[in-house]
């Protein structure tokens, strides 16, 4: 019988990602399909502790098998800023335009542009926590190119390409991502 878990985000983007790269290996059920309508704190100062809370919001309340995601940009420049904060780095709101405003004014005038993405995922199964970590490296070009993808995708050339994220498309990003690679040690965990 397939597996079947809860991925605890309120993500969409994630969640199609997600679900596009498990193919038909594993079912992947959504917090709506679980009818959980919260907004999961992450309150923790690593990638680490915020996937860790988000996925035993879940596991505590609805006692299912589930994982999460955190995810930072890490820009060589800014010694790993925003990082964990990068969902919050222009302020509360969580605008990604906004973010990706400031990272670019931030990195003006910065010839230095390496960054990379990371991400962390907690998976816990019977109660103990398992966790994946992936990473994709790049740089941050000046200004944005491409309509796919999310977040700072627009901004993020990835190592070996001429193309943003955005520009890319969601196969080849599901492909090469920090997300990619963090879920395919998952899913090679479960046996997949
Ligand atoms: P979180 O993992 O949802 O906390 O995401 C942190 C921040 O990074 C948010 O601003 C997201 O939009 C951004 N982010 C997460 N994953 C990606 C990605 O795959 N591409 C671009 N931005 C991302």
New binding site residues.
């Given amino acids: 019988m397939k597996h079947s878990f809860v991925f605890a985000?309120n993500?969409a983007?994630?969640l199609d990602?997600v679900r596009a790269i498990a193919g038909k290996r594993i079912e992947i059920r959504s917090l709506h399909d679980i009818h959980c309508m919260a907004d999961i704190p992450?309150t923790g100062d690593t990638?680490e502790e915020?996937a860790i809370q988000k996925a035993r919001y879940v596991y505590d309340r609805y006692h299912c098998a589930c994982f999460a995601?955190?995810?930072?940009?890490e820009v060589e420049a800014l010694d790993g800023a925003?990082g964990?904060y990068?969902?919050?780095?222009a302020g509360d709101a969580?605008n990604?335009d906004a973010?990706v405003q400031k990272l670019l004014c931030v990195l003006k005038d910065t010839e230095n542009r390496t960054a990379r993405?990371r991400?962390v995922f907690a998976l816990i199964v019977e109660g103990k926590v398992h966790l994946f970590e992936g990473c994709v490296n790049g740089r941050i070009i000046r200004t944005r190119r491409g309509a796919g993808?999310?977040?700072?995708?627009p901004v993020?050339m990835p190592d070996g390409f001429d193309k943003t994220?955005a520009e890319l498309g969601e196969e080849v990003?599901n492909k090469i991502?920090?997300?990619a690679v963090a879920a395919q040690k998952l899913f090679r965990f479960l046996g997949q």
């Fill in positions: 985000t993500n983007h994630k990602e992450e990638l915020n995601d955190d995810t930072g940009l925003p964990v990068s969902a919050r780095y969580h990604a973010n993405f991400t993808g999310f977040g700072y995708d993020f994220f990003k991502s920090h997300r």
